[in-house]
């Protein structure tokens, strides 16, 4: 903890509801998550109705929550939402709305006549690549604002921490 953060628990005993560990991490992966956009937004390889949509902020966190968990061979709904931790209604809506952008589609599941699965577009694989690459360089970004060591501790950290 800094110094700086000592002195305002001190001063404001508040204070700890805007330094503590969660706020920090959630700060965190919203910067992440808009550096990555923002990243996506000006992208060559991204077909041009998606970064447009990331450039005007149509896309959201919520829509990355499709790009981390879908699988390329795709996955049911229900797993979506799972992997996500939303609700299926919840899902159902942003797979809509990625179905309208030509990021997925729906299409039959091989092992049950029943199920629908939800599928890349060729868009949407692209969309996967462009956002490979901007995680990539945003994670580069983070280890060159904090340091290399520090970087590496974090991820250990939170690699524990999740695991657990």
């Given amino acids: 903890m800094s110094e700086a953060s000592i002195s305002a628990f ?3 005993p508040d204070a700890w509801r805007q330094t503590h560990l969660g706020r920090l991490l959630g700060h965190a992966m919203r910067r992440f998550d808009e550096r990555v956009l923002e990243l996506m937004a000006h ?3 991204v077909p ?3 970064s447009n949509l990331a450039a005007r902020a149509q896309v959201s966190a919520a829509h990355i929550h499709i790009t981390r968990h879908l699988a390329r061979e795709g996955s049911r ?7 996500a931790g ?4 919840a899902m159902g809506a942003l797979v809509d ?16 006549a029943r199920a629908r699965r939800v599928l890349f ?4 694989l692209a969309w ?5 690459s901007a995680v990539t360089q945003a994670e580069s970004e983070f280890r060159s604002s904090v340091g290399n060591d520090i970087a590496t501790v974090v991820t250990i950290g939170l690699e524990a921490y999740t695991a657990g």
């Fill in 97 to 112: 709305q990625c179905e309208a952008w030509g990021l997925v589609t729906r299409g039959p599941d091989p092992l049950d």
């Fill in 77 to 83: 709904l229900t797993e979506l939402a799972e992997r």
């Fill in 48 to 50: 041009l109705a998606l």
């Fill in 86 to 89: 939303m609700t299926k209604q």
């Fill in 10 to 12: 001190t001063a404001d």
């Fill in 43 to 45: 992208d060559v390889d």
């Fill in 121 to 124: 577009t060729a868009d949407g």
């Fill in 128 to 132: 996967l690549d462009a956002f490979r």
